[in-house]
């Protein structure tokens, strides 16, 4: 089946500094990324979509300066963090949407998540 | 409203019993529905998804839509103890596919 391999699964930074998480479809050309956000005791929050080769689209109330989405190939899309602060500590996930061989459809595919701590 | 609305919970329910879980959604132009399950610190995993107004089975999940109503259930038929989780209700957004949440539910299966 479909498997999106999402790193780190956890990361500890300090204050101010910009954090780097990867999803790659491993399996399948992930068209279109959605990026989420996850409370602790709470739902997963969308925050932006992405397509290949496009410019990332943001939810309402999500910094798109602070959240850096690049999805420069149908296999690997990046979430930046820049100038973290510990309201950002989140867990985070990826879900990737795309088609494979033989033009199999895959639905939503979910990475393992991010844990971030900021310190 | 929120788009998706579901019983943040718990629900305990005793092993053996009958697990239901209720979710409703605000766009009435939604075609696809989906059933989460998430363990703590872990990702979503996809129980089912279903399209059509009616119930759905799959082992001992079964899945009923009314589209009418705009409300989706899951029921779990002889729960267990692994089967104490957050379920998460999702509705595909008709523009643009993107899967929005409900709050999840808490299930918790005493033995």
């Known amino acids: 089946g479909a498997v999106v391999s999402q790193h780190p699964s956890w990361v500890i930074c300090k204050s101010g500094t910009s954090v780097k998480i990867e999803c790659r479809s491993l399996?399948?050309?992930?068209?279109?990324m959605f990026w989420y956000r996850q409370f602790p005791k709470q739902s997963l929050m969308l925050m932006a979509t992405?397509?290949?080769?496009?410019?990332?689209?943001?939810e309402q109330g999500v910094e798109k300066d602070k959240f850096l989405i690049n999805h420069a190939s149908l296999t690997l899309s990046t979430l930046t963090v820049t100038s973290a602060h510990p309201e950002d500590s989140s867990f985070y996930i990826c879900?990737?949407?795309?088609?494979?061989?033989?033009?199999?459809?895959?639905?939503?595919?979910f990475g393992s998540g991010t844990r971030l701590t900021v310190v | 409203q929120k788009e998706v609305e579901q019983n943040s919970g718990p629900l305990s329910v005793p092993e053996g019993a009958i697990a239901s879980l209720n979710c409703t959604y605000s766009d009435r132009g939604s075609q696809s529905f989906f059933w989460y399950r998430q363990y703590s610190g872990k990702s979503p995993e996809l129980i089912m998804s279903?399209?059509?107004?009616g119930d759905k089975e799959d082992g001992r999940f079964t899945a009923q839509l009314n589209k009418a109503s705009q409300y989706v259930s899951l029921l779990i038929r002889d729960s267990q103890p692994s089967d104490s989780a957050t379920y998460l209700c999702?509705?595909?957004?008709?523009?643009?596919?993107?899967?929005?949440f409900g709050q999840g539910t808490e299930l918790s299966v005493k033995p």
């Open positions: 279903i399209y059509s107004n």
């Open positions: 879900s990737a949407y795309g088609a494979g061989g033989g033009g199999a459809s895959y639905g939503y595919t």
């Open positions: 992405s397509n290949e080769g496009s410019k990332a689209t943001y």
């Open positions: 399996d399948f050309q992930a068209t279109t």
């Open positions: 999702a509705v595909k957004r008709n523009q643009g596919g993107k899967l929005i």
